[in-house]
């Protein structure tokens, strides 16, 4: 290429030879200019940015109001026309917020409908109540929160051909938001308790055969002298079921049984720690007795008690904590209302339980006219009353 046809002219400084000092001049040049400005520069200011390094200016109020407009007007249109239930032009919260009342109002006809069934439960369970049991409890105008409350538990169960119950189970169970506390107090069914005149001293569990429901509340008022706010009665033909229903429950079995007598010619054992029981195992464990003494039976219905309440009461179980309870309450004759029945179950979720506050009545084992009877011992009895009945 011919040196007239280059697009471009070589730099040339003046004075120099075109050998390269041509570009050290213009170096020197532009070194001084530089040096010229920060000098006239006042103290302070600060070089402008590169053209190139500069952030886009922000956009206006005015721009970023037209933008949402145009948003809303977008899901407007969208939105014209479609149905009510449709999701069609929702946003992401506008979703979330339907999905959480959907999800709100499911949950509150589930327990609508399961206080439904709750509530026909229980007015089956009151009509069971005797006539003259009412009268004989006793009232508590602070109600069940805020003051003590004293419930009586009876476990009935029929011998075979009989069609009159006795008392297999006598319990009682003290609520106490004072102390923060729930205890109870179980008596063994064969306590010798003086019954009236006409049948003079007989097993507590025969007060069932002979009153029913009033009376064993009379038999344990004269035994213990402590008030009774509420009667539950639990029959145990239907105890099976409803152990089966919560789908089994876990007990501590405090002493092994092994090879123990059972009506119907049958032996059963149980190994000491825990064990997971079915209906029928339930109720096995809880009536035998040949093996030990009825504070030992005693011991392993409270036992299942708590496993049962624990498992009714239990956060997994919460969402079905009204057919729960319902099933519950089907085995059951109260004269608690739902009402009393909920703030029981609340009770018992907030009151702590500890293992000395778990009584069986003191006494010693006597034959007297051929019957085996538990006679109480007084000074120790009225020391375990006191101390169910304190802090």
């Not at 050998?19 to 170096?27: K, P, S, T, W, Y």
């Not at 009989?162 to 063994?188: F, H, N, Q, W």
Request: overall charge positive.
């Amino acid at each position: 290429m011919s040196k007239s046809s280059k697009p471009y002219r070589r730099f040339r400084a003046r004075g120099g030879d075109g050998q390269g000092d041509g570009m050290d001049a213009l170096r020197k040049l532009t070194e001084a200019q530089r040096q010229s400005a920060s000098e006239d520069r006042p103290r302070g200011a600060h070089r402008a940015p590169h053209p190139s390094r500069r952030q886009p200016a922000p956009q206006s109020e005015p721009v970023r109001a037209q933008a949402r407009e145009d948003r809303e007007r977008h899901r407007a249109l969208v939105r014209a026309g479609r149905s009510w239930w449709s999701w069609r032009g929702l946003g992401g919260w506008a979703i979330t917020r339907r999905v959480a009342a959907i999800a709100l109002l499911a949950l509150v006809v589930w327990f609508a409908i399961g206080l439904v069934v709750f509530r026909s439960a229980v007015s089956q369970s009151n009509d069971r109540i005797q006539r003259d049991v009412p009268p004989l409890l006793a009232s508590q105008p602070k109600g069940m929160l805020s003051s003590p409350t004293n419930i009586l538990m009876i476990g009935s169960d029929a011998r075979p051909g009989e069609t009159r119950s006795r008392a297999d189970t006598i319990m009682v169970m003290r609520l106490d938001p004072d102390s923060g506390k729930i205890k109870y107090l179980s008596i063994p069914r064969d306590f010798r308790v003086y019954s009236g005149p006409r049948l003079g001293h007989i097993k507590i569990t025969e007060s069932y055969f002979h009153g029913g429901q009033s009376g064993v509340i009379r038999a344990v008022r004269r035994l213990t002298g402590l008030p009774i706010h509420h009667v539950v009665v639990i029959n145990f033909r239907g105890f099976p079921k409803l152990v089966d229903d919560l789908g089994g429950v876990t007990v501590y079995n405090a002493t092994a049984l092994k090879d123990c007598p059972y009506p119907g010619g049958r032996k059963v054992s149980f190994p000491k720690g825990d064990v997971t029981l079915d209906g029928a195992d339930a109720l096995v464990f809880s009536r035998v007795r040949k093996c030990d003494s009825d504070f030992a039976r005693a011991a392993r219905q409270q036992s299942v008690l708590r496993a049962i309440q624990k498992k009714v009461l239990s956060p997994l179980s919460l969402w079905r904590a009204p057919w729960n309870g319902a099933a519950v309450v089907r085995t059951l004759t109260t004269d608690m209302s739902t009402t009393e029945l909920a703030k029981m179950g609340w009770l018992q979720m907030r009151l702590r339980q500890e293992p000395g506050d778990r009584i069986i009545l003191a006494g010693e084992s006597q034959v007297i006219g051929g019957q085996d009877f538990v006679i109480g011992l007084p000074d120790e009895d009225l020391r375990q009353i006191h101390d169910f009945v304190g802090p």
